[in-house]
C-alpha cells in the first residue's frame, strides 16, 4: 500500500508517508484506520511525507468528499493542529498544493508546504534524531 502512516507518543506527531502513486481509495483507507487508531487524536503534529510520490488520482469529486470527511475527523478543533507537507519535487508539491489549497481557510488548521524534510520537522518542533528514534522503535 503506498500510504502508510504511523502514530508516535513522545514527541508526539502523526507521520504519514507515500510511496508511488497515490490512489484516493487508499488515502481514504487510510485515514480512516488513522482515526480509528486509539492513539489517534486531532491536535497531534502531522508530518505528510509525499517525497516518494510518483503521481495521483485526480477526481475532484472523490477528492472534495475525503477532504470533507477529513474536516469533520479535525474540526472543531479545541486548539492548532500543525501539519507539514514534505514536497520535494514537481509532484509532490502539485498534490500538497491542493491539499493546502483545501485546509488553508479551516480555522486552527496551520498547514505548510516544506521542500527541506529537516525543516519539515523542526517547524513541528521534531528533531532528526528524534524522528530517526522513532522510526526505529516502531520497525
Not at 508516535?8 to 508511488?20: H, I, N
Request: net charge negative; glycine share 4%.
Amino acid at each position: 500500500m503506498p500510504v502508510n502512516f504511523r502514530i508516535f507518543s513522545e514527541p508526539a506527531l502523526v507521520y504519514v508517508r507515500y510511496d508511488g502513486y497515490a490512489w484516493l481509495q487508499e488515502t481514504i483507507d487510510a485515514s480512516q484506520a488513522c482515526a480509528a487508531d486509539p492513539r489517534f487524536r486531532p491536535t497531534l503534529p502531522h508530518l505528510f511525507d509525499f517525497s516518494g510520490v510518483t503521481g495521483y488520482e485526480m477526481d475532484f469529486g472523490r477528492f472534495f468528499k475525503l477532504q470533507a470527511d477529513l474536516l469533520e475527523m479535525y474540526v472543531p478543533l479545541d486548539s492548532e493542529m500543525l501539519a507539514a507537507i514534505h514536497a520535494p519535487n514537481r509532484v509532490a508539491q502539485e498534490m500538497a498544493k491542493l491539499a493546502k489549497n483545501f485546509w488553508d481557510p479551516v480555522p486552527g488548521a496551520v498547514l505548510r508546504v516544506m521542500e527541506d524534510f529537516d525543516i519539515a520537522l523542526d517547524f513541528l518542533g521534531v528533531s532528526q534524531t528524534q524522528f530517526q528514534r522513532l522510526l526505529a522503535q516502531s520497525d
